[in-house]
């Protein structure tokens, strides 16, 4: 039986990724989380699930574990603190490859973020120049795993903007950060609706991330063939790119909120904005308002490895979110003037 390693299991990915696991695999799971009262998509009874419970910082309590894994997907992070990013981020992931015993793991699949990545999946330099201490360490610790041992063993994936959970809570699965926002953005449209942006991103639901690594994760790692790059293996997750004016238009949509002709956002009007709003913005703020367009070629979706996908557009998204849907201005007064 395949014994694989799950850290930050507690998390909306790690859940997702769990949950996909135990439903289309066999494998024992041993999840490393720091509180088991966070897991809810998944019963730590379950005959093939063992907790570690700790720290990543205190990698050398599981060493015996970690001797005996023979995959390992690790989507614990950390961020805000600059000491603990670093701790956890660069010094922890070392010292936990250094503990898997090179005749027994088969595959490492390493969670970064797709906003150290240029277009074309090439590390970014204002990455490591200027961005914050999350994306310095995440910068930082690519480059030591491009050269480490176990380079040929490691497919780093690389999340665009996830969504997943729900927000009123009624999914067994965390709610992401991203899904929580929704609704702050929603109460923003009232300005969205009047500006025009000349930017565009890519999005993927936990599920979707799920079911790619689920893929990895029960198939025969194979050596990196994917072109320009080097042993290890970068994969960038999203649904093809999405322009901001049409995520505005699908959200106001959604809400119900009548959309303007709107004014073009030119950098000038950015700034006066920035100025004038409570906006913290920082040197990483300022390069991603002048790079725009954060797309990546290719950016893989679950079809790319033989799975369909769970949310392949912003409508699904907002449906599985929870977001509350309302009718339009328009569809309202008509049914007004009916009765």
């Known amino acids: 039986m395949s014994r694989i390693l799950i850290t930050g299991a507690s998390g909306c990915v790690g859940q997702y990724i769990s949950s996909w696991l135990l439903q289309h695999s066999d494998a024992e799971l041993l999840l490393w989380l720091r509180d088991p009262e966070k ?31 023979h995959r390992v997907i690790h989507t614990a992070t950390a961020w805000g ?13 070392k010292r936990m490859l250094e503990l898997l015993d090179p005749s027994v793991v088969e ?32 910068a930082r610790c690519l480059q030591d795993l491009e050269v480490h041992p176990l380079a040929a063993r490691i497919i780093a994936v690389f999340p665009t903007l996830v969504f997943g959970g729900r927000l009123d809570g009624s ?24 500006l025009r942006a000349d930017a565009s991103f890519h999005f993927i639901h936990a599920e979707d991330i799920a079911r790619i690594c689920g893929q990895f994760a029960i198939t025969p790692h194979a050596a990196n063939q994917e072109p320009g790059q080097g042993a290890l293996r970068r994969i ?12 505005v238009a699908t959200l106001c949509r959604w809400r119900g909120v009548w959309r303007t002709p709107g004014i073009p956002l030119i950098p000038w009007l950015i700034e006066t904005l920035i100025r004038v709003l409570p906006i913290d913005v920082t040197a990483w703020d300022r390069f991603s308002i002048r790079q725009r367009h954060f797309v990546h070629e290719p950016a893989s979706t679950p079809e790319r490895f033989g799975e369909s996908s769970h ?17 339009g201005l328009r569809s309202r007064r008509k049914v007004t003037a009916m009765t």
């Open 81 to 93: 603190d600059p000491d603990r990013a670093e701790q956890v981020n660069v010094v922890a992931v």
């Open 236 to 247: 960038v997750m999203g649904q093809p790119a999405l322009y901001v004016d049409d995520a």
């Open 311 to 327: 949310a392949p557009d912003l409508e699904t998204v907002l449906g599985d979110s929870g977001l509350p849907r309302r009718e």
């Open 107 to 138: 595959q490492i699949i390493y969670f970064s973020t797709a906003s150290i990545l240029d277009r074309h999946l090439q590390p970014l330099p204002e990455a490591l120049a200027y961005g914050t201490e999350y994306i310095q360490t995440k």
């Open 171 to 194: 999914s067994p699965f965390p709610t992401s950060y991203l899904t929580e926002g929704l609704g702050e953005a929603s109460r923003w449209l009232w300005l969205a609706r009047w």
């Open 39 to 69: 897991l809810k998509a998944v019963s730590a009874e379950h005959p093939r699930i063992r907790l570690l419970v700790g720290d990543l910082r205190d990698t050398d309590r599981f060493a015996q574990e970690l001797a005996s894994v």
